[in-house]
């Protein structure tokens, strides 16, 4: 059997992280991707914060695809009929390093694995890793089809179903109530168009959120990135939610239903719809965690679960790029010690543990639960559409005085037990 340093499994952004830093090591790195290229089969939103990543890795984003830098958070709550925008613009968003930016992974994925390939690593694509061969329990390389490849680790990178990390006996089974759906269109637009839409200077970028009646009363919400020369607008539904819902619904539908909405129509108008897809994404942080290592195995990016609703944005990809790196630093210290033993790559964990990725499934450990409460999907959105609704329209009647009628309906909607029970369960955020 043919041997190398490293197996990376799974060229995405964890598995090409790793790969980077192991590049210049001295180390053969081999990294199996089964789409056609990195990126091909790659899902995100999206959006990527930059300052997490820069303290692990602090060059390589001066060149990199990036689409447009956001400078402006939007926040649309939608009722029936009617919706409330809440927009927020920092000129810190528009100070170098921008803290973050919209990606498209089929180009960045790309670029990712052409770098990697400049510096010594070797990115197979069209390569699927079928099994993991152990001996004495120890995994020590994979099979992919008729051939068998040896290696001191390996780094199982392949995203949220990991078979590698579920044939290693590390993850945990599938629970609905920490997996989401993702689902998105690239729609083409030229750059102006999009400048004037989003009332945004060059190379600025738009992030908005919509949560509310849009997910018919499931736990989940929209989403709408503005890319350079095209918009990326999509749902996320959390599956245990759809698989619950009756009568069923068809995302598909729920994505047409939600372009046909006048807030959307208004800002897709004349584009063209030139890629859809869809992912599953992992919200469970702390809880769907598996184990991180085996003798001759690290686990790293979705695979080891590391994603995290935080209600305001969807967070995966710093974690990523991160624990790509820590995985990648953990093994470089294991090949100076020659133990690639469970042991020795347990000093993955600790690094994990003291990097933010960890600190921040600590924090966020509740919000799967709390993104469980349907009146945050339903309830809450539609009652503050409705009483902005009611304070802004005129019409042949006298108007009500504003503190007097509208003040005394929104204490009846939120002091009540209800509410009170919905604030302690979000204190926990
Ligand atoms: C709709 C949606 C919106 C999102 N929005 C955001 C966002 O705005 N911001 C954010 O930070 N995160 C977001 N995320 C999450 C983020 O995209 C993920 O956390 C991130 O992509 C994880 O990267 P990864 O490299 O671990 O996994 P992946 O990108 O899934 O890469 C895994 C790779 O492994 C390959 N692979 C799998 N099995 C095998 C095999 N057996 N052999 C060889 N190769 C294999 C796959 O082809 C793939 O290239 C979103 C996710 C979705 C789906």
Known sequence: ME???????????????????????????????????????NVTGGRIYLRPILPFLPDIWKDAPFERHVTKEVFTLMGQGNSTTFEFYSDRFNEEPFPSYTILRA???RWFADLVSARGGF??????VEDLIRENGKVIGVRTGDEEIGADCVVAADGILSFMAEKAGLRKPFQPQY?????????QLDSK????????GEHEGAAQLFIGSLTKGMMGGGFLYTNRESLSLGMVIGLHSLNSKEPREEVYKLLDQFKERPEIQNLIRGGETIEYSSHLITEGGIHTMPKLYTDGMLVVGDAAGLGLNMLVTVRGMEYAVVSGVLAARTIKR????????????AEYETLLNESFILKEMKTF?????????????????????????????????????????????????????????????????
């Not at 830093?21 to 180390?27: A, D, F, I, K, N």
Request: aromatic share 12%; net charge neutral; glycine share 6%.
């Open 365 to 429: 450990q509740h919000t799967p639960a709390v993104l469980e409460n349907k009146r945050l999907f339903m309830r809450y959105p539609q009652v503050i559409c409705d009483l902005f609704e009611k304070v802004i329209w005129v019409d042949e009647n006298p108007k009500e005085a504003i503190y007097k009628t509208k003040v005394a309906e929104l204490k009846k909607e939120f002091f009540n037990l209800q509410t009170f029970r919905d604030w302690l369960q979000f204190k926990k955020i």
């Open 123 to 128: 990115v197979i694509p069209q390569k699927i």
């Open 334 to 345: 294991a090949k100076e010690r020659n133990d690639f033993s469970a042991p020795s790559l």
């Open 179 to 187: 997996m989401a759906l993702g689902f998105k269109e690239v729609i």
């Open 3 to 41: 041997k190398v340093d490293v197996i990376v499994v799974g060229g995405g952004l964890a598995g090409l992280s790793c790969a980077y830093e192991l590049t210049e090591s001295g180390m053969t790195v081999l990294v199996l991707e089964r789409g056609d290229f990195s990126g091909s089969k």
């Open 107 to 109: 180009t960045f994925d």
């Open 193 to 200: 168009t999009i400048e004037d839409r989003f009332r945004l």
